[in-house]
């Protein structure tokens, strides 16, 4: 082979790289912004109903009554790693826009930050099913006091035990935490297979 035969061949290497790695580029920063939005949006959902759980006194009256205090707490713990997950996409989206740049990270870095945040969204979401446990626990216990067959009748000095719309907009709130972190999880195995597929 002549020395052009050679530079040529390995400019067509260096080329075909390069158009993989804007590939890659792209693809982590749409994404790192999909996962980053809609995660933020049903975050915004569960701050609110968090926020008015939490403030109005009728939720700390039926709170004390019926146990929703622990699954609330654990909503709150989900969401918190939510809050970790929001910036590890934020970090998905800077390391597609530095994987056009020439000051590439390695696969073993990028990597790790996805595992990051797919470790995150395993344990947000483990916190989230717990939590809709530990809710829907205390309101079927609540729906069966409103009867007077089943566990309700040995408790005749019990009344009004009716399940609150902020009861219902607790369990809301935990179910877009876990479907928050869901969505994470799945977006986090796309990039992690992507990073890791074969030519």
Request: proline share 2%; aromatic share 12%; charged share 15%.
């Amino acid at each position: 082979m002549l020395w052009w035969q050679v530079w040529f061949i390995a400019l067509l290497i260096e080329m075909a790289d390069q158009r993989d790695f804007k590939l890659l580029s792209l693809g982590m920063r749409r994404i790192g912004w999909i996962r980053f939005w809609i995660q933020t949006i049903l975050g915004v959902v569960v701050v609110g109903v968090l926020v008015i759980s939490n403030a109005s006194s009728l939720a700390k009256e039926a709170e004390s009554r019926m146990g929703l205090g622990p699954g609330l707490s654990v909503t709150t713990l989900s969401f918190i790693l939510l809050l970790f997950s929001l910036w590890q996409s934020w970090l998905i989206v800077k390391t597609g826009r530095a994987l056009d740049s020439e000051a590439r990270p390695s696969r073993g870095e990028t990597s790790r930050l996805i595992k990051r945040g797919l470790i995150a969204d395993l344990l947000g979401l483990v916190f989230a099913v717990i939590g809709y446990q530990a809710l829907a626990g205390a309101l079927f216990i609540q729906a069966s006091m409103q009867t007077r067959s089943g566990f309700s009748s040995g408790m005749r000095g019990l009344q009004d035990y009716s399940i609150t719309p902020l009861e219902t907009l607790s369990v809301l709130s935990n179910t877009q935490v876990l479907f928050a972190h869901f969505f994470g999880l799945i977006l986090s195995l796309w990039l992690l297979q992507r990073i890791f597929r074969k030519n």
